[in-house]
């Protein structure tokens, strides 16, 4: 008699087919679900394999387009960044898996769901941060912090016998000595070779991006539209080619950032778990749209409440690589960074190359930039002699500070004085 309805989260490797195989063995039906957030997989023969394997039904869902639309825009209008490097690709592509997921098991009836992620990491904890805030009542089945299971599988010569046993197919070719994953926004690399964090990555590790030293010699020169603080066009200065649509609009900037080299980040970061790990990304598209909405940013938004927001977006990107997407906190600050955008568009010329991404100009029809205030040639309406007052004013607490500090340390020399 069956346990009941599991819905997997399925990519098609050894891993997830294999514990497809055991719940089957555990008696439980299983339905798979794989999601093509912009990797590059053969779906076809992953839906073939499950098929054989005795899927009970077989979910292929293309959510490129809601993965830029949902999660990626409102990581870029939040300038979304975590410990100052990481944009967030693994991180927001979670959530958007998850959401599916769930909407699968609720349709389908099925009472548990499950997923391939390891006990020591973050991805544990985002979808299923995900999958209970959405499915509250869901029952969660994580084989790798089941005893029976991970005692069972130390490494992969135990999945790979294990598949051997069970007629699963195995990868004919190597695997890379290092664990990879790929979405729209980025590729991540970490463990097997790369957990010395003195080693360098060897040279062919990068699939989306080229090395900046042998990426073309010309640079692009790109003018990104912005409208409510997401990109609405892009236009190449140099062919005229136009795109507007958002799968389009990211797409092209990898395509043009993974060209010249742009988005490479080797970091050591602090996973929510407790732990640091060496992490190695790839964010070609990510990048450009950061260093753009950053400029269109600050020329159009008022100065204080761009300090306050660039305290949501340090907020927004820990709720966010915690796997707190879908909690009430994290919902009211994506609401405020919302409220921040309506008056950020206009467009900002930069150029691509060789690594980098340089800013060339921008304009808006919401600038808060006063060319005759500031300039050096004009007076405009500012009085210089008002400068002399805010001056004083803001050094009142300097002099006090310093007299009541100097006078404290130096009792005994005033006093010879």
Not at 100 to 116: D, L
Request: hydrophobic share 35%; with cysteine.
């Amino acid at each position: 008699m069956s346990k009941g309805t599991v819905v997997l989260a399925y990519s098609g490797g050894l891993d997830t087919s294999c514990i497809l195989v055991w719940l089957k063995e555990q008696g439980y039906d299983v339905i798979t679900y794989l999601a093509n957030i912009g990797q590059d997989e053969d779906f076809e023969a992953a839906q073939k394999k499950a098929e054989s394997l005795g899927a009970k039904k077989v979910f292929i869902e293309d959510l490129r387009a809601e993965f830029v639309e949902d999660f990626i825009w409102p990581a870029v209008q939040a300038n979304a960044v975590y410990e100052d490097r990481y944009l967030l690709g693994t991180a927001v592509a979670r959530p958007c898996i998850a959401r599916r997921q769930v909407e699968i098991a609720r349709r389908e009836g099925a009472h548990f769901v499950s997923h391939g992620a390891t006990g020591k990491g973050n991805d544990q904890i985002r979808f299923e941060l995900t999958c209970y805030a959405l499915y509250p009542e869901v029952k969660i089945i994580a084989p790798w912090r089941i005893p029976e299971f991970y005692n069972r599988f130390r490494g992969r010569t135990d999945l790979m016998e294990y598949a051997q046993k069970h007629g699963i197919p195995v990868p004919v070719t190597p695997r890379a000595p290092w664990s990879m994953d790929a979405n729209l926004m980025h590729i991540s690399y970490e463990s097997g070779i790369l957990e010395n964090p003195k080693s360098r990555a060897p040279a062919d590790l990068y699939l989306m991006t080229k090395n900046p030293e042998d990426s073309p010699s010309v640079p692009d020169v790109l003018e990104i539209e912005f409208k409510n603080g997401v990109p609405v066009k892009v236009t190449n200065v140099k062919d005229s080619k136009v795109t507007s649509s958002p799968l389009d609009i990211f797409s092209y900037l990898n395509d043009i950032g993974g060209k010249h080299g742009v988005g490479r980040i080797d970091i050591v970061e602090n996973r929510f778990i407790g732990m640091k790990s060496r992490g190695i990304y790839e964010t070609p598209g990510g990048t450009i749209l950061l260093k753009a909405h950053l400029d269109i940013e600050t020329f159009t938004m008022d100065k204080e409440v761009r300090r306050i927001k660039q305290g949501l977006g340090i907020k927004f990107s820990e709720l966010v690589y915690n796997g707190f997407w879908d909690s009430p906190e994290c919902d009211f600050v994506r609401h405020c960074i919302t409220k921040s955008q309506e008056n950020v568009e206009g467009k900002v010329q930069l150029s691509v190359f060789k690594g980098q991404v340089y800013i060339l100009g921008r304009d808006s029809p919401t600038s808060l930039y006063n060319e005759e205030l500031v300039s050096m040639d004009v007076q405009g309406d500012y009085d210089p002699c008002d400068a002399s007052g805010f001056i004083r004013i803001n050094a009142v607490r300097l002099v006090d500070y310093f007299v009541i500090h100097y006078l404290t340390k130096h009792k005994s020399h005033i006093f010879y004085l």
